[in-house]
């Protein structure tokens, strides 16, 4: 049943994208875990994560093209599940959880603050988290959705956890045949999944708008073969740009948003990739965004390049955020003696620093605009993207390649992220994938325009700017944080209560 729960979880995610499924997941683990003994509930937890992350990370196994990554990744990530199933066994053994006029309340909220807590802190530690799975990823087409512009990814899952227990209470006052604290337990439910669309959500433009386009060059389906090709990746989206601008016509664009990794070789120390970016700008009549990896001594790191026809590179944005394990190898020599395929990652990826923004002067306007950058997985992460919007990012923009994941569901995952962080954060969003998926979305959360995969195309929006700040970026972390200090202070209540009940029993034993 906790496999099947599990599963059920993953099913609210893309590409089936069922999120009604998530509080009838949780509300099943919540009922299966409550009352039972502290490993019973590590075992249980343990084995919904493997129901989760099984299928939500198989996109780990197609980009290596072996198990071993998506093996490891499914179960560390399924022990933090093991650990709030550990947590929540205990708790829901106290005595204010266990009875009294208030308990029903006690469960519900507890319930909830210990699944935010295991999520925010498995999105977070080590080495920066992952955090694919939280349930707000899963809420890109859900009446939730709005709340994101208020609690951020953690208060959206802290919705969808509440409602999971309200489910779990009514199914409980059920099986006692309790009829009003049932009904009041699915009304609350239902009132909590349906009481976000009344929210407001700002969208409109507040500093104008910017024509941008987004280009997807495509790239072969034997990938790695692709780009052994010198400069075929690049050629593509020269080509692609080029053939855009024949569209649009000269003078009409703003900025040219190619995807990470559009460069084969790095156009600031490559000639031949330079004359291909410089015709594809000249082209466009616009500066052209560039994903290009640098190689500084025995690191690399992930850019964007603004390239200005007529000037050549200039600022760059570079990635704060690597990915542990696919970017780079923590504890290299240890994890070596259990597989050799760490070394499948010749050079590591170092973070970038200064600011999360880059500044591009829109040619068409003849003005300056700031854009708040996310490289690829950085998506996944709210404090990633709000420092660019607190530092005066208008838009949001996110290059990623998902050449390495090929047809798997991740480029659908990325995408609902997108949706997800365009209403925390107040701004339109342009994703540009090198094989797709490139999309357009709204502050809203609404894709408003996107390509097919393995497709060579291209998009142009006129994008509108914005400067305010949500209710979630104002907030920061301090939701995030307070939801970990409360899961904490939870779990140390029930490992004390029950260390006590043990030392009680085992007293009153010893006495007969």
Same mark, same amino acid.
């Given at each position: ?25 949780? *509300? /099943? @683990? ?10 019973? $509930? =590590? %075992?249980?937890? +343990? #084995?919904?994560? &493997? ?19 998506? *093996? /490891? @990744? ?10 709030? $199933? =550990? %947590?929540?066994? +205990? #708790?829901?053994? &106290? ?33 920066? $988290? ?383």
């Amino acid at each position: 049943m906790a496999l099947g729960a599990g599963l059920i979880l993953a099913a609210a995610f893309p590409p089936l994208g069922l999120w009604w499924t998530a509080p009838i997941s949780l *509300a /099943a @683990l919540n009922l299966l875990v409550a009352g039972r003994g502290m490993w019973a $509930g =590590a %075992g249980l937890g +343990l #084995v919904f994560g &493997l129901g989760l992350f099984t299928p939500l990370l198989h996109f780990a196994a197609v980009a290596m093209g072996n198990a071993v990554g998506w *093996a /490891a @990744l499914t179960a560390v990530e399924s022990l933090y599940l093991a650990a709030l $199933g =550990a %947590g929540w066994a +205990l #708790v829901s053994r &106290l005595p204010a959880v266990e009875e009294g006029p208030r308990a029903a309340l006690w469960r519900v909220t507890a319930f909830a603050l210990l699944w935010c807590g295991a999520e925010e802190l498995r999105s977070s530690w080590p080495w920066g $988290g992952f955090p694919f799975g939280r349930l707000a990823f899963a809420m890109a087409d859900s009446p939730v959705l709005p709340f994101a512009a208020y609690g951020g990814s953690i208060g959206v899952g802290l919705l969808v956890a509440l409602s999971g227990g309200c489910l779990a209470e009514f199914v409980a006052q059920a099986r006692r045949r309790a009829l009003v604290p049932g009904l009041a337990a699915a009304a609350a439910a239902g009132t909590l999944l349906l009481s976000p669309l009344v929210l407001p959500v700002e969208s409109a433009p507040q500093d104008g708008a910017v024509r941008v386009a987004a280009v997807q060059g495509n790239v072969a389906e034997d990938f790695e073969d692709a780009f052994d090709r010198a400069l075929e990746v690049t050629g593509n989206h020269a080509e692609a740009t080029e053939q855009l601008a024949a569209r649009v016509g000269p003078g009409s664009l703003d900025v040219v948003v190619w995807p990470e990794n559009a460069a084969d070789l790095d156009p600031r120390d490559h000639p031949r990739t330079a004359a291909l970016v410089e015709g594809a700008a000249r082209a466009a009549g616009a500066p052209v965004l560039v994903g290009a990896v640098a190689y500084e001594g025995d690191v690399r790191y992930n850019d964007m390049v603004v390239w200005t026809p007529g000037s050549g590179a200039g600022d760059y944005y570079r990635k704060h955020r690597p990915v542990p394990f696919a970017e780079y190898i923590p504890l290299r020599d240890l994890v070596r003696r259990f597989s050799g395929q760490v070394d499948r990652i010749g050079t590591d990826m170092a973070p970038g620093t200064g600011p999360q923004t880059l500044t591009v002067r829109a040619a068409a306007q003849g003005r300056d605009i700031t854009l708040a950058m996310g490289i690829c997985f950085e998506v996944a992460y709210d404090d990633v993207l709000r420092e660019g919007v607190v530092q005066g990012g208008e838009l949001i923009v996110i290059p990623t390649n998902n050449a390495s994941f090929l047809h798997s569901s991740e480029a659908a995952q990325q995408l609902a992220q997108g949706r997800v962080q365009a209403v925390i954060h107040g701004r339109s969003v342009v994703q540009a994938s090198t094989v797709g998926i490139t999309a357009v979305i709204s502050p809203r959360g609404v894709v408003e325009q996107q390509t097919r995969p393995y497709t060579q195309a291209s998009l142009v929006a006129d994008v509108g700017l914005r400067t305010s700040l949500t209710v979630a970026d104002r907030l920061g972390d301090w939701p995030a944080r307070a939801a970990q200090v409360g899961a904490a202070a939870l779990a140390v209540v029930g490992i004390l209560v029950d260390a006590r009940r043990r030392l009680g029993r085992a007293l009153q034993s010893r006495r007969r």
